[in-house]
């Protein structure tokens, strides 16, 4: 009886333990047609410490890489953050097929060139810290964090006024809403494409 509980309570743990990481980021690389090169896919949650992670998979990756595809309902901002400047540094396009949302959309962002599919999915809300189902704080217009993504994403875009538009977007829809960027108007920040990023 004492055993069939043990293995009983090792399952459940185990059950737990695969739950929690089910979504979490995984990395690939994948051959684009032609003679493009490799794309790095990215593919869930962006989690506390993932930019090493990142830093890990691409160090040990030996193809060039000219492309990101994303698929990320985003996570810890910090972490897009660094992740999103090393996009931006390394000269990388970026393409969204499916989603990237939330932080994610940042990484998107980052890159040279930006294609997403027009069924595609680019859900942006404000900044928060903390936790949204328990206690958090809504980031604010004109803070620190702020101004320091309008600047940055001013260098992304490489147009201040079309980051102003992204960011005063993101700070005007609450933490706990979201608001579809791919199915506004936007100005020139990223091309809509009907065809599948993996034809590119």
Request: charged share 20%; glycine share 6%; aromatic share 12%.
């Amino acid at each position: 009886m004492t055993q069939k509980l043990f293995t009983l309570s090792l399952s459940l743990m185990l059950l737990m333990s695969t739950s929690i990481n089910a979504n979490a980021a995984q990395y690939k690389t994948y051959q684009m047609k032609g003679d493009k090169g490799h794309a790095l896919v990215i593919n869930g949650d962006i989690r506390d410490g993932e930019y090493k992670d990142f830093l890990n998979f691409v160090s040990a990756v030996k193809t060039k890489i000219s492309s990101v595809i994303l698929q990320s309902n985003g996570g810890y901002f910090d972490d897009a953050l660094k992740i999103s400047d090393y996009i931006h540094k390394a000269g990388w396009n970026t393409h969204v097929e499916t989603y990237c949302n939330s932080s994610c959309v940042y990484m998107f962002l980052a890159g040279v060139y930006r294609k997403a599919h027009h069924r595609a999915s680019l859900d942006v809300h404000s900044p928060y810290y903390g936790n949204l189902r328990g206690e958090f704080r809504q980031d604010q217009k004109h803070s620190k964090l702020y101004n320091q993504l309008l600047s940055t994403l001013s260098g992304y875009l490489n147009d201040k006024q079309a980051a102003k538009e992204v960011i005063e977007r993101m700070y005007d829809t609450p933490s706990t809403s979201k608001l579809a960027l791919n199915k506004t108007e936007q100005p020139s920040a990223w091309e809509v494409v009907s065809e599948s990023v993996f034809d590119i």
